[in-house]
Antibody, heavy 115, light 112 residues
């Protein structure tokens, strides 16, 4: 069945780089696109960017200077890297399948930016 | 960026009551390809968002038919015909017509 699972460090120091992995199963990354969405505690979600099925990428302009999304199709993984982290980057980070209207989401990974 | 304004921000309902949530967009969400990329999600406490409605009015797989979506252009509505206890949580609309994709501020559905 379709699954997405985020993984990565729970704690990141201010000014450092966040690296997250979304591992998918039940579908191919060459047929479906994956987006990253984050959500500060108690607030609404924010779309960060997406990896298209053809390998192209798109980013939220508010994050574009700090954000990079890549993939390894052989490992069924999509990666997120965001640099210069600050405390307001704290929150839960999700990956979600785009086609069919965001029908599947990962469980999310909580990231805290703190020294 | 497209701003999605949801009303009300808090909705108190009794079990069995029918309720509606409004989502108004600062720009038309009709895409040049003829689709309107407007979605509705429910996020229960401690859980990931769950897709309810896609492309304005299409019911997601496994979603009860007491949920329905309607609207066009800039005005959209999610209706729940007979609230059940499992429907409690925060509802979000989202648009994917214009970059960057954006979410509404959310509507919290609670028991009266």
């Amino acid at each position: 069945q379709v699954q997405l699972k985020e993984s990565g460090p729970g704690l990141v120091q201010p000014s450092e780089t966040l690296s997250l992995t979304c591992t998918v199963s039940g579908f191919s990354l060459t047929s479906y696109s994956v987006s990253w969405v984050r959500q500060p505690s108690g607030k609404g979600p924010e779309w960060m960017g997406r990896m298209w099925y053809d390998g192209d990428t798109a980013y939220n302009s508010a994050l574009k200077s700090r954000l990079s999304i890549s993939r390894d199709t052989s490992k069924n993984q999509v990666f997120l890297k965001m640099n210069s982290l600050q405390t307001d980057d704290t929150g839960t980070y999700y990956c979600t399948r785009v086609e069919n209207g965001f029908d599947y989401w990962g469980q999310g990974v909580m990231v805290t930016v703190s020294s | 960026d497209v701003v999605l304004t949801q009303t009300p921000s808090i909705l108190s309902a009794t079990i069995g009551q029918s309720v509606s949530i409004s989502c108004r967009s600062s720009q038309s969400l009709l895409d040049s390809d003829g689709n309107t990329y407007l979605y509705w999600f429910l996020q229960r406490p401690g859980q990931s968002p769950q897709r309810l409605i896609y492309l304005v009015s299409n019911l997601g797989s496994g979603v009860p038919n007491r949920f329905s979506g309607s609207g066009s252009g800039t005005d959209f509505t999610l209706k729940i015909s007979g609230v059940e206890a499992e429907d409690l949580g925060v509802y979000y609309c989202m648009q994917a017509t214009h970059a960057p994709w954006t979410f509404g501020g959310g509507t919290k559905l609670e028991l009266k």
